[in-house]
């Protein structure tokens, strides 16, 4: 049966269901690998045992989610070539280079200091131990910065011109790196990271408590994450407006179908908080709206004109259902934890942010929170781009490899599966090393700062039952 | 010979895949030995040799194929497709083996299960490897820019043998690695491995030498007539002078040396590799030349790869050096 879709479709749901399984990883590696760099420090600087305890705790879990983005990442990069070689000849020269630059300045470092990091505390002391867990942190940080460069490129291209061949042939690399929506999906896309490891490590941290109160490093754990939400979720949410508006401007016809406006509104739009789009009779069924608001809020005036899908030629049209569900699940998840950051700043100032089991079970629930609302985003923005690969330019259907659809497929049911058994091993694998208490009977932790290697294998394989 | 930014990034991308298999190659191999380990803690210490350092390993075949992809884009774009299905089972292998480093210490149950995958990963990589080296040496075809051929063009006699070296040629890899890092029992088992090992990749490079230069004519002129031929003596004398130093350094129970001889049979063999192809990018018809980005790709391109080239060599020297001498049986941080 699947060998009735063509290659093309397949190609993209291969391409859109390993890239979804892989942002979850760097979204998750960016901000943890800044926490554990900020809890080294802490510990360095304090000499709070608990921070040293905290690090070893979360380096685990880190160890095995960056995993898991490496070899997913080295899928991605090759997938360009096997399934998208028309768009890697032609937009390579372009955004190859911008890879090449991730490679060499994040993923080396990344790998290069991880071994360090996780292995090294006692060999290379103290100073250099911290100055490798900081550079995967910044590692982490370099490959958003450059990946974000190429997904913004694509979507608001510059700095090019276009040869005989049909090659994009790079003019100005300011322009290139820096196009229009770059900074605005950088910022974006780094505090949804920093956000959803900051719901999860106070998911975990909620767990414990709700497990005995009296845990310190769960109670330390959950109180740095909530002030990650209470602080990080506002300027998020005006991030988020700022990209918006800068979408508007660059890619108006993403804008229309997030907003779900099928008709053109001369004299003020409403915003449409809930319905149905119907792509027959090109209307959103059952709205319910606020008129005008979407006036106010995309150009900060009541009466502002707002053009519709019915102004974009029908083949340039994105798939309206899809994006205008994803961004509401992405808006509306970053208001739950908008509301979750509040309540506990709140319950903080009256003193009660430790014993207040409600906000521990609702943090409990919002653990996975962050990574729906990327997935969410990543939908919004990408599937928003279509037809195009190239924003305007390139034609998703003209990118393709010349392959065959059965080879496609083949390869698409060979990833769902491995990557199922896979990743799904791993996730088990990090919720049961959070189901772990903090306070762990490890030799390692009570041996402090000294001995750091953890336990050995010889010992792993004694008591490796207890463990796993 | 012309010295220009398509050459330099040719050398550039040559260099990237040939550290990429003198790195990741000893690390593959040490999955392709795995089942000689005669039980768990053996296998737990020759896991430990590799896990602080795998992973910058791996980033070399990402940095090959980046670099393709940003300096030489249609050469990605043919060659690609063209090994689409030895690609693909490459990624799925090492997706595998990558995450058994993590995974088999977070289960007891299922650590046979991993070690199995490690070892199943590390062989199926290293096979697609070597399928697409030989598929690449045998010649892709390429019409309006793009591959031409059909889907299972890459599976030959020829393939199947350049698979089988590399993945025998790993092994000797790993097992030499592991006479370097290791002590005792296993040190000496995989003393006995190497010597075997070592005379069956000498034995397979020896073979698909011989059968490489009949694959095109363009190959047989550049091995067997004047003056190129002058210059590629050079590599069958190179390889017979490794060949006796991997073995006396084996007799003499040296711990490094055969390691390093082996490494030099993989570089002396990327050497004759590249006498065949110069100055073709995918043989037989797309050359460096055509197959480059516009310069101002290359350019760009180049001012990173030169700071930042050195830069990551210096400190994966260092992570290398902090982890030097043979390993400590209580190691790793689980």
């Given at each position: 049966?699947?060998?009735?879709?063509?290659?093309?479709?397949?190609?993209?749901?291969?391409?859109?269901?390993?890239?979804?399984?892989?942002?979850?990883?760097?979204?998750?590696s960016?901000?943890?690998?800044?926490?554990?760099?900020?809890?080294?420090?802490?510990?360095?600087?304090?000499?709070?045992?608990?921070?040293?305890?905290?690090?070893?705790?979360?380096?685990?879990?880190?160890?095995?989610?960056?995993?898991?983005?490496?070899?997913?990442?080295?899928?991605?990069?090759?997938?360009?070539?096997?399934?998208?070689s028309?768009?890697?000849?032609?937009?390579?020269?372009?955004?190859?280079?911008?890879?090449?630059?991730?490679?060499?300045?994040?993923?080396?470092?990344?790998a290069?200091?991880?071994?360090?990091?996780?292995?090294?505390?006692?060999?290379?002391?103290?100073?250099?131990?911290?100055?490798?867990?900081?550079?995967?942190?910044?590692?982490?940080?370099?490959s958003?910065?450059?990946?974000?460069?190429?997904?913004?490129?694509?979507q608001?291209?510059?700095g090019?011109?276009?040869?005989?061949?049909?090659?994009?042939?790079?003019?100005?690399?300011?322009?290139?790196?820096?196009?229009?929506?770059?900074?605005?999906?950088?910022?974006?896309?780094?505090?949804?990271?920093?956000?959803?490891?900051?719901?999860v490590?106070?998911?975990v941290?909620?767990?414990?408590?709700?497990?005995?109160?009296?845990?310190?490093?769960?109670?330390?754990?959950?109180?740095?994450?909530?002030?990650?939400?209470?602080i990080?979720?506002?300027?998020?949410?005006?991030?988020?407006?700022?990209?918006g508006?800068?979408?508007?401007?660059?890619?108006?016809?993403?804008?229309?179908?997030?907003?779900?406006?099928?008709?053109?509104?001369?004299?003020?739009?409403?915003?449409?908080?809930?319905?149905?789009?119907?792509?027959?009779?090109?209307?959103?069924?059952?709205?319910?709206?606020?008129?005008?608001?979407?006036?106010?809020?995309?150009?900060h005036?009541?009466?502002?004109?707002?053009d519709?899908?019915?102004?974009?030629?029908?083949?340039?049209?994105?798939?309206v259902?899809?994006?205008?569900?994803?961004?509401?699940?992405?808006?509306?998840?970053?208001?739950a934890?908008?509301?979750?950051?509040l309540?506990s700043?709140?319950?903080?100032?009256?003193?009660?942010?430790?014993?207040?089991?409600?906000?521990?079970?609702?943090?409990?629930?919002?653990?996975p929170?962050?990574?729906?609302?990327?997935?969410?985003?990543?939908?919004?923005?990408?599937?928003?781009?279509?037809?195009?690969?190239v924003?305007?330019?390139?034609?998703?259907?003209?990118?393709?490899?010349?392959?065959?659809?059965?080879?496609?497929?083949?390869?698409?049911?060979?990833f769902?599966?491995?990557?199922?058994?896979?990743?799904?091993a791993?996730?088990?694998?990090i919720?049961?090393?959070?189901?772990q208490?903090?306070?762990?009977?490890?030799?390692?932790?009570?041996?402090?700062?000294?001995r750091a290697?953890?336990i050995?294998?010889?010992?792993?394989?004694?008591?490796?039952s207890?463990?796993? | 010979?012309?010295?220009?930014?398509?050459?330099?990034?040719?050398?550039?991308?040559?260099?990237?895949?040939?550290?990429?298999?003198?790195?990741?190659?000893?690390?593959?191999?040490?999955?392709?030995?795995?089942?000689?380990?005669?039980?768990?803690?053996?296998?737990?210490?020759?896991?430990?040799t590799v896990?602080?350092?795998?992973?910058?390993?791996?980033?070399?075949?990402?940095l090959?194929?980046?670099?393709?992809?940003?300096?030489?884009?249609?050469?990605?774009?043919?060659?690609?497709?063209?090994?689409?299905?030895?690609?693909?089972?490459?990624?799925?292998?090492?997706?595998?083996?990558?995450?058994?480093?993590?995974?088999?210490?977070?289960?007891?149950?299922?650590?046979?299960v991993?070690?199995?995958?490690?070892?199943?990963?590390?062989?199926?990589?290293?096979l697609?490897?070597?399928?697409?080296?030989?598929?690449?040496?045998?010649?892709?075809?390429?019409?309006?820019?793009?591959?031409?051929?059909?889907?299972?063009?890459?599976?030959?006699?020829?393939?199947?043998?350049?698979?089988?070296?590399?993945?025998?040629?790993?092994?000797l890899?790993?097992?030499t690695?592991?006479?370097?890092?290791?002590?005792?029992?296993?040190?000496?088992?995989?003393?006995?491995?190497?010597?075997?090992?070592?005379?069956?990749?000498?034995?397979?490079?020896?073979?698909?030498?011989?059968?490489?230069?009949?694959?095109?004519?363009?190959?047989?002129?550049?091995?067997?007539?004047?003056p190129?031929?002058?210059?590629?003596?050079?590599?069958?004398?190179?390889?017979?002078?490794?060949?006796?130093?991997?073995?006396?350094?084996?007799?003499?129970?040296?711990?490094?040396?055969p390691?390093?001889?082996?490494?030099?049979?993989?570089?002396?063999?990327?050497?004759?590799?590249?006498?065949?192809?110069?100055?073709?990018?995918?043989?037989?018809?797309?050359?460096?030349?055509?197959?480059?980005?516009?310069?101002?790709?290359?350019?760009?391109?180049?001012?990173?790869?030169l700071v930042?080239?050195p830069?990551?060599?210096?400190?994966?020297?260092?992570?290398?050096?902090?982890f030097?001498?043979?390993?400590?049986?209580?190691?790793?941080?689980?």
């Open positions: 049966m699947i060998e009735s879709y063509g290659a093309e479709t397949l190609a993209r749901i291969q391409f859109a269901f390993t890239v979804s399984f892989h942002i979850i990883f760097p979204a998750f960016i901000g943890l690998a800044s926490y554990l760099a900020v809890l080294n420090a802490l510990w360095m600087r304090t000499r709070d045992e608990t921070y040293l305890h905290l690090f070893k705790y979360w380096k685990k879990i880190f160890a095995v989610a960056f995993g898991m983005g490496v070899v997913s990442g080295i899928v991605m990069s090759y997938q360009f070539g096997t399934n998208w028309v768009f890697s000849d032609k937009a390579g020269p372009v955004i190859g280079p911008l890879m090449a630059y991730e490679v060499l300045s994040a993923f080396f470092l990344e290069g200091f991880l071994g360090i990091m996780l292995f090294g505390r006692e060999r290379v002391g103290e100073r250099l131990h911290m100055f490798a867990t900081a550079m995967v942190a910044f590692g982490t940080l370099m958003a910065t450059w990946i974000l460069s190429v997904n913004s490129w694509m608001t291209p510059a090019y011109s276009i040869n005989a061949d049909g090659q994009f042939v790079p003019e100005d690399w300011w322009q290139i790196i820096f196009n229009p929506s770059f900074p605005y999906r950088l910022v974006h896309m780094v505090l949804a990271a920093y956000l959803t490891t900051a719901f490590v106070g998911a941290g909620a767990l414990h408590m709700l497990r005995d109160r009296g845990d310190k490093r769960a109670r330390r754990m959950f109180s740095l994450a909530m002030w990650m939400a209470l990080v979720t506002p300027i998020q949410i005006f991030a988020g407006d700022a990209h508006l800068n979408t508007l401007e660059h890619q108006p016809a993403k804008v229309m179908a997030m907003e779900g406006h099928y008709d053109s509104h001369p004299d003020g739009a409403p915003l449409i908080l809930f319905g149905i789009p119907n792509s027959e009779t090109r209307t959103v069924d059952y709205a319910i709206e606020i008129p005008k608001l979407s006036s106010l809020i995309l150009k005036h009541w009466e502002a004109p707002l519709g899908l019915d102004t974009i030629p029908l083949e340039d049209q994105p798939p259902a899809i994006v205008f569900w994803s961004f509401r699940v992405m808006v509306g998840l970053g208001f934890m908008l509301a979750v950051g309540w700043g709140l319950q903080r100032w009256r003193g009660h942010l430790f014993d207040d089991t409600w906000l521990h079970r609702i943090v409990l629930v919002m653990g929170t962050g990574f729906v609302a990327v997935l969410a985003g990543w939908i919004t923005t990408e599937v928003g781009r279509q037809p195009f690969t924003y305007g330019l390139l034609r998703t259907s003209e990118s393709l490899a010349p392959v065959d659809a059965p080879a496609v497929a083949a390869s698409l049911i060979a769902i599966v491995v990557y199922f058994f896979i990743f799904g791993g996730t088990f694998y919720l049961r090393l959070m189901n208490p903090t306070v762990t009977k490890d030799r390692e932790l009570d041996e402090g700062p000294v290697a953890g050995t294998p010889g010992f792993q394989a004694e008591h490796g207890g463990k796993g | 010979m012309v010295f220009d930014l398509a050459f330099i990034w040719a050398g550039l991308i040559a260099f990237a895949v040939l550290v990429y298999v003198i790195l990741d190659g000893f690390d593959l191999g040490i999955g392709i030995v795995f089942p000689f380990a005669r039980n768990e803690g053996e296998r737990d210490l020759m896991m430990n896990a602080p350092v795998w992973d910058g390993n791996e980033t070399w075949l990402v090959g194929g980046g670099g393709l992809f940003a300096v030489f884009p249609l050469a990605y774009a043919v060659v690609m497709p063209a090994l689409y299905m030895p690609i693909t089972l490459m990624l799925l292998a090492l997706v595998f083996r990558g995450v058994s480093f993590e995974y088999r210490w977070r289960t007891h149950r299922w650590k046979h991993w070690d199995k995958a490690f070892i199943g990963g590390s062989l199926v990589a290293a697609c490897q070597g399928i697409a080296l030989g598929a690449l040496v045998q010649g892709i075809e390429v019409e309006n820019r793009a591959y031409a051929g059909g889907w299972f063009d890459w599976l030959t006699p020829f393939s199947i043998l350049t698979g089988f070296a590399v993945v025998v040629g790993y092994a890899l790993g097992a690695w592991l006479v370097m890092k290791t002590e005792g029992e296993i040190h000496d088992r995989m003393q006995g491995h190497s010597r075997v090992l070592g005379i069956a990749t000498l034995v397979l490079i020896g073979v698909v030498s011989v059968a490489t230069p009949f694959l095109e004519p363009v190959y047989f002129s550049r091995w067997f007539s004047l190129g031929s002058a210059w590629s003596l050079c590599v069958p004398i190179l390889m017979l002078g490794l060949a006796w130093s991997f073995f006396t350094a084996l007799a003499r129970g040296r711990d490094t040396q390691f390093l001889s082996a490494l030099g049979f993989f570089v002396v063999s990327f050497i004759g590799i590249g006498i065949s192809f110069y100055p073709m990018m995918v043989p037989p018809s797309l050359t460096i030349w055509q197959a480059a980005a516009p310069d101002s790709s290359l350019a760009f391109a180049l001012v990173g790869a930042l080239v830069l990551i060599l210096a400190y994966t020297a260092y992570a290398y050096w902090v030097r001498g043979k390993i400590d049986p209580s190691e790793g941080y689980h």
